[in-house]
Nanobody, 122 residues
Framework: QVQLVESGGGLMQAGGSLRLSCAASGRTFSNYAMGWFRQAPAKEREFVGG???????YYADSVKGRFTISRDNAKNTVALQMNSLKPEDTAVYYC????????????????WGQGTQVTVSS
């Protein structure tokens, strides 16, 4: 059992930066791969990027080179650093935990946070 809480969302102009954080509690954090997803109105939940339990990162093509995922197992946190933001990045962002080594599939993530809104204006 893992509880996840996202924070750091808000309004940012295009080209700006925003950092999202996800705090975990409960079961041992380091045992889980972590992922970030986003969902815009009338759209499917979309994979943004993930980080394995070993620290390896992987990203969707739409954010590659702009977003960076990191984790701090000692603090039980995972972060999503978002640079060069675009209006199309506007969505609710969710962090999630998976018992698998590496996955981009929402169905393979076991625990989810409540989400935080990110809005990018042009």
């Amino acid at each position: 059992q893992v509880q996840l809480v996202e924070s750091g969302g808000g309004l940012m102009q295009a080209g700006g930066s925003l950092r999202l954080s996800c705090a975990a509690s409960g079961r041992t954090f380091s045992n889980y791969a972590m992922g970030w997803f986003r969902q815009a109105p009338a759209k499917e939940r979309e994979f943004v990027g993930g980080i394995s339990r070993y620290g390896n990162t992987y990203y969707a093509d739409s954010v590659k080179g702009r977003f960076t995922i990191s984790r701090d197992n000692a603090k039980n946190t995972v972060a999503l650093q978002m640079n060069s933001l675009k209006p199309e990045d506007t969505a609710v962002y969710y962090c999630a935990a998976s018992g698998l080594a590496r996955t981009a599939l929402p169905s393979q993530y076991n625990y989810w946070g409540q989400g935080t809104q990110v809005t990018v204006s042009s």
